[in-house]
């Protein structure tokens, strides 16, 4: 869930819902609590989206080039 706040997103936008493992159980996620989704997501980690990145300020889920680039670029030391 802390994972979900960074973003400002909530837990259920960590589910990829296009994945293999989410076709496979097929979880209703309209009717799951954020707790539920949460042990959803420990008991079966291949149906987060992938990649996530962090600085534990903010979050980026799933690959934009150009999103990953500014963030990189912010994140960069500064001489």
């Known amino acids: 869930m802390d994972l979900a706040r ?7 936008q960590l589910v990829n ?6 076709k496979k159980i097929r979880p209703d996620l309209a009717a799951m609590g954020e707790e539920d989704i949460v042990r959803l997501i420990q008991d079966n ?11 534990g300020a903010s979050l980026i ?3 934009r080039e150009a999103e990953y680039r500014a963030f990189l670029d912010r994140a960069a030391p500064r001489p």
């Open 17 to 22: 819902t296009r994945g293999q493992t989410y």
């Open 45 to 55: 980690p291949s149906i987060m989206v992938r990649p996530i990145l962090t600085d």
């Open 6 to 12: 960074t973003g400002g997103i909530s837990v259920t």
């Open 61 to 63: 889920t799933g690959f």
